[in-house]
């Protein structure tokens, strides 16, 4: 049974992310962890070396390294060219594991409807921005974060109109429709079901609401978590670290 988030529950240990890293599987979220947030989703910027970096951690933890993003495999590989580490996107319902293997989910015609709704919609909404992610769509209002109830609106719209298969998700000024049934913890949980992970424990590290799925799966199996960042929202994880760029330098540390 995972764990749930009480304001009042403080964590059972704080930690910081441990120096050494043997016989841990890594799961990494991206957008606020591994990157800054930028003012959109093409803004960001992966800082040189990164990739490289990111190949040698894998390396020094035999492949149980995982990214596990809201993000599509498809633009993490553009961003960070991860070909050789395995990828679990779109908040866990699309994968692609180390050996290249992809599953992605399909959509409907009632989702396709939705996914062009909300590209017109939002084009009428300056400030506002849509994101195509396949089998997930988002609706961004960082730059107008007086549109948030309009953009909140609508989506709950297009989640009544799509079904039960989608689900909202709420994250960092961005309201997505992401496919129901598959979150960032049963990602965790499904790698750690297989090797190179099976015989590690599992540290997961994150800053958004949907990595507490990840958090819960993680301290269920006895392994780390570690919350980048600190907006006051409860979380589930037991550890903490100040920023992307302490995550970015302990991964250049530990992978040494
Ligand atoms: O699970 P993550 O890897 O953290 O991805 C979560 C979402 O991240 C992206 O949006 C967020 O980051 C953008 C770039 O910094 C920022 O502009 C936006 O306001 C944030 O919400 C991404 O665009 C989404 O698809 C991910 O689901």
Request: charged share 25%.
């Amino acid at each position: 049974m995972h764990d749930t988030i009480s304001s009042s529950q403080a964590p059972r240990a704080i930690r910081a992310l441990p120096e050494d890293i043997s016989g841990l599987a890594v799961f990494l979220d991206i957008d606020g962890t591994l990157l800054d947030i930028a003012p959109t989703p093409e803004a960001v910027i992966v800082p040189p070396g990164l990739p490289q970096a990111l190949e040698r951690l894998s390396a020094r933890l035999d492949g149980a390294l995982a990214l596990v993003t809201g993000r599509s495999v498809e633009t993490v590989d553009r961003l960070l060219e991860t070909a050789g580490i395995a990828v679990c996107g779109l908040h866990g319902a699309e994968q692609r594991d180390a050996a290249g293997r992809i599953t992605r989910p399909e959509t409907t015609e009632a989702f396709e409807r939705a996914r062009a709704l909300l590209r017109n919609r939002l084009a009428l909404l300056p400030g506002t921005l849509f994101e195509d992610k396949g089998a997930a769509i988002a609706a961004h209002y960082r730059l107008a974060p007086d549109r948030e109830g309009e953009v909140r609106a609508l989506m709950a719209e297009l989640a009544r109109e799509v079904g039960e298969s989608w689900v909202l998700q709420q994250g960092k000024q961005v309201v997505e429709l992401r496919p129901r049934g598959r979150d960032k913890g049963a990602a965790l949980t499904a790698f750690m079901a297989v090797e190179p992970f099976r015989t590690r424990r599992p540290l997961a590290i994150g800053d958004d609401v949907t990595d507490e799925a990840m958090f819960a799966a993680a301290n269920g199996l006895d392994g780390l978590s570690v919350r980048v960042g600190d907006d006051g929202r409860p979380s589930l994880a037991r550890g903490r670290a100040a920023s992307p760029a302490a995550v970015r330098a302990w991964i250049a540390r530990v992978a040494a």
